[in-house]
């Protein structure tokens, strides 16, 4: 069974930068996609970035194209999202999920606890 476990949120004013990571472990060779998704309460958790572990194909949520990277190293097991110029609206808790079919939003199925990240305007 996979986990994944996730770090490096924190608090930062506006304008600045945070780089989470997602350790994953277990069987992970069945996991082809690698995301990163956020809550805030009362919504919807939404898609923020999506890498394909073993392609070139690397997905973004509109509202975080060119401020976000996405980025993996298979051999450690490592996903990681570096969020510059961040926003107010950034605030959530942020999840790392992996997915054992595509990338798209609604085929992750593995979740980790969950990283908070505060951005103060």
């Known amino acids: 069974q996979v986990q994944l476990v996730e770090s490096g949120g924190g608090s930062v004013q506006a304008g600045g930068s945070l780089r989470l990571s997602c350790a994953g472990s277990?069987?992970?060779?069945?996991?082809?996609?690698m995301g990163w998704f956020r809550q805030v309460p009362g919504k919807e958790r939404e898609g923020v970035a999506a890498?394909?572990?073993?392609?070139?194909?690397?997905y973004y949520a509109e509202s975080v194209k060119g401020r976000f990277t996405i980025s993996l190293d298979n051999a450690k097991n490592m996903v990681y999202l570096q969020m510059n110029s961040l926003k107010p609206e950034d605030n959530a808790m942020y999840y790392c999920?992996?997915?054992?079919?595509?990338?798209?939003?609604?085929?992750?199925?593995?979740w980790g606890q969950g990283t908070q990240v505060t951005v103060s305007s």
């Open positions: 277990g069987y992970t060779y069945g996991r082809t996609c």
């Open positions: 999920a992996a997915s054992s079919s595509t990338c798209r939003w609604v085929d992750f199925g593995t």
């Open positions: 890498i394909h572990r073993f392609g070139p194909s690397i």
